[in-house]
């Protein structure tokens, strides 16, 4: 099955067919230090991208979540929450038979008024 490449990203990269690849593997690596990576191409067609591994544990690192980050905007969310206090706290002290009343006159259609 063909692999479709975004083009965004084929442009920018240099390009070499399977066959320059395996006869000229040391003129190839010069051109991933040079470039940061390389498309390997099959029959005209985007195949693969051959990368140092340097610019690899680069995307490795892009792609993994920054807990930090997400242990912030948490904080942010539960403190938000928070200062809504009063009606939070409300709702969690309601006894079950109040909570159940609250949410059949939320679910009832309102009147429209004449």
Do not use: C, N
């Not at 390997?40 to 195949?47: F, L, M």
């Not at 991208?49 to 544990?57: D, I, P, T």
């Not at 539960?78 to 109040?98: H, S, T, V």
């Amino acid at each position: 099955m063909p692999v479709v490449l975004d083009q965004a990203l084929a442009d920018p990269l240099p390009s070499v067919s399977a066959t320059q690849l395996v006869a000229s593997m040391q003129k190839v690596g010069r051109t991933v230090d040079a470039h940061g990576a390389v498309l390997i191409t099959k029959h005209d067609q985007p195949a693969f991208v051959l990368m140092s591994v340097e610019r690899y544990r680069e995307l490795q690192r892009a792609a993994e979540p920054d807990l930090g980050a997400l242990g912030g905007e948490f904080d942010a969310l539960l403190a938000r929450m928070q200062q809504q206090g009063g009606a939070l706290a409300g709702a969690f002290a309601m006894a079950p038979e109040a909570i159940g009343a609250a949410a059949v006159k939320a679910a009832k259609p309102r009147r429209k008024a004449a």
